[in-house]
RNA sequence: GCCCCCAUCGUCUAGUGGCCUAGGACACCGCCCUUUCAAGGCGGCGGCGGGGAUUCGAAUUCCCCUGGGGGCACCA
């Protein structure tokens, strides 16, 4: 075991802006920000803008709001600052040159002037004749007459690390164990562009050390590039955080989870009704556990058994129906007035805008108690009591029903008679006086029911019928009976 | 092609040599409850990729194979 300060835990997300802020990186976000909850560190948010071509400032939007939506707060970064800013590397240049000049005059970077065409031959020509392409530091001993030319020139540069040609490069990683890396497989690669700009691996590296990151938590597929900032800091003469390459997320075809997987982005899981903590809950599971056992989280308890010890290292399949699930459970949990709360941030953009509360029509919270148990995301709300707020469309399999149903007419005359008298109008009343009636005609009570429950909403499925005609008022409900007796059933019975 | 990672039910996983005739969760299938649909309860189906080796004993250790994935850029 490293000797580690706890509470000195400093960690990062580092997301390039380019596109949402896909699950896999809130995955990532997640496992940083609960290893610097858990132990009292810091959680730091960079952005990794130095690929000028796709970084977007609406992506960087997207990704900022993803993050807090989750609930996952930076203690420095971008909208809050911090005291090792700016967090942002485009804004960092000043800091990459300086880093970049010092290892140049150390001789540990040098100059190269090879031209991108002849670097592009070179490596088409590796590829042809299947061996690998390995930089072959051709520049590193120009003589200063010849650089003196070659900028006489107007050629342009890059800068290049200097790379040992033997040995191994060893990344103790966290989750992995010890990966070693043969050096002479890597070649002196570049670290800054000729445009100025440094490429990831410096600009990582010396973020990295400059920020005092003592976790780096990521994802696999930056595991083949840790030797590379090993040696960056090794060159600077800095001592390397401790390393946590996480597994990719996998759709289910074992693909990496893109875009034709469905959704993949926590903005369109938000917009579809799922809730944070469902979301949050599930990517803790999704490469972590506990003890194998428990599967629901609460955010409190998720930051007090967190471990990067029980990360596991195998790639995981995105399962959405056990997401599904878990939103469910979460919903059904909930306290109603927290659930109320929830939709009336969803449902403003959705079809059920506006409506709620609106004159005579019920509120969300008067609604809340009858669909909490059948919803499993938010927008489930909206397919299940629409008919409260709009004028009722029969579903066909539901009118079918209805109208072949020979005794729907006498049994709809029954309900309303009930409605319309039973005092007071309330479920309690209602159910007790439509129970007895169902008694009374020796029908079951949901053959009894049924067309009432078409007749009001015109669908098969709703809330539990007493409670609906409730809600929905004596006149309503009447009305709406009414309506269906006269005019669908006109010229049948 | 080269380098690297990974491998337990369909899926997420527990399991660190004997407690495993492999545990939990989702899904699935029955049954119960029931005014529809859910939810809930009970029960069931279902797995250590293959081959060697070590050991009294291997899901657990080692090697090979196979399979999946990642990386080999003046992308991140």
Redesign the pocket.
């Known amino acids: 075991m490293e000797r580690t300060d706890k509470a000195g835990v400093r960690v990062r997300f580092a997301p ?1 802006p380019t596109g949402h802020l896909h699950v896999g990186g809130a995955r990532t976000a997640l496992y940083n920000w609960l290893l610097a909850r858990s132990q009292g560190g810091t959680f730091v948010l960079r952005i ?1 803008d ?2 000028l071509e ?1 970084s977007t400032e609406q992506a960087i939007d997207q990704i900022v709001d993803g993050l807090q939506w989750l609930g996952l707060d930076w203690d420095e970064g971008p909208r809050i600052g911090g005291p090792h800013g700016p967090y942002r590397q485009m804004e960092r240049a000043g800091l990459y040159a300086e880093k970049a000049d010092g290892l140049l005059a150390d001789r540990k970077a040098y100059r190269c002037y ?3 065409e002849d ?1 592009d031959a070179a ?1 088409s020509q590796a590829r042809e004749k ?4 390995i ?1 072959d530091g051709r520049c590193q001993r120009l003589d200063g007459d010849t650089e003196a030319v070659f900028r006489e020139e107007g050629r ?1 540069s ?1 800068i290049r690390l200097r790379t040992p040609t033997t040995g191994n490069t060893v990344v103790k990683d966290l989750v ?2 010890e ?4 050096n002479v ?1 890597c070649g002196d ?2 670290l800054v ?3 100025g ?1 440094p ?3 410096f600009a990582v590296a010396v973020d990295d050390i400059a920020m005092g990151i003592t976790h780096v938590i990521r994802g ?6 840790t030797p590379k900032q090993l040696m960056v800091m090794a060159a600077m003469g800095e001592e390397p955080p401790q390393y946590a390459h996480l ?2 997320i ?1 759709g289910t075809d ?3 989870l893109s875009k034709r997987h469905g959704d993949v982005s926590v903005e369109e899981f938000r917009e579809h009704g799922y809730v944070r903590e469902a979301l949050c809950n599930y990517l803790a ?3 972590w ?1 506990f ?3 428990t ?1 629901l989280f609460s955010m409190e308890e998720l930051v007090e058994k967190f471990s990067l010890e ?1 990360v ?6 995105f ?1 959405r ?2 997401l599904l ?1 878990m939103n ?2 979460y919903i ?1 949990d909930m306290e109603p007035i927290e659930l109320a709360e929830r939709l009336e941030e969803f449902l403003p953009s959705t079809r059920l805008a506006g409506l709620p509360g609106g004159e005579g029509r019920p509120e969300i919270a008067d609604l809340v108690p009858l669909v909490q ?2 919803l ?1 995301t938010l927008a489930d709300f909206v397919e299940l009591t629409d008919f409260f707020f709009l004028p009722v469309e029969f579903e066909e399999k539901a009118l079918d029903k209805l109208l072949s149903n020979g005794e729907a007419p006498a049994l709809l005359r029954v309900a309303a008679g009930i409605i319309a008298e039973v005092e007071p109008y309330s479920s309690e009343a209602i ?1 007790a006086a439509m129970r007895k009636a169902a008694e009374d005609m020796q029908v ?3 053959k009894f ?2 067309p009432v ?1 078409i007749a009001v909403s015109g669908k ?8 609906t005609l409730s809600v929905l008022g004596r006149e309503e409900s009447l009305r709406r009976i009414e309506h269906v007796l006269s005019k669908q059933f006109k010229g049948h019975s």
Not at 220 to 225: E, I
Not at 460 to 467: A, D, K, N, S
């Open positions: 390039s990794e130095t690929d796709r090879c031209s991108a670097l490596r299947g061996e690998p392409y930089y342009q890059v992995h164990g990966v070693s890396f043969e497989l690669f570049i562009r000729s445009s700009v490429t990831y691996n696999d597929d930056h595991l083949p590039n597994p990719l996998l074992r693909a990496p599971l999704l490469g556990s003890d194998g056992e599967t029980r596991g290292s195998t790639a995981a399949v399962d129906v056990k699930w469910g459970s059904r148990e059948k499993k159910e079951k009570l949901g029911l049924q429950r098969m499925v709703t809330p539990g019928m007493f409670e």
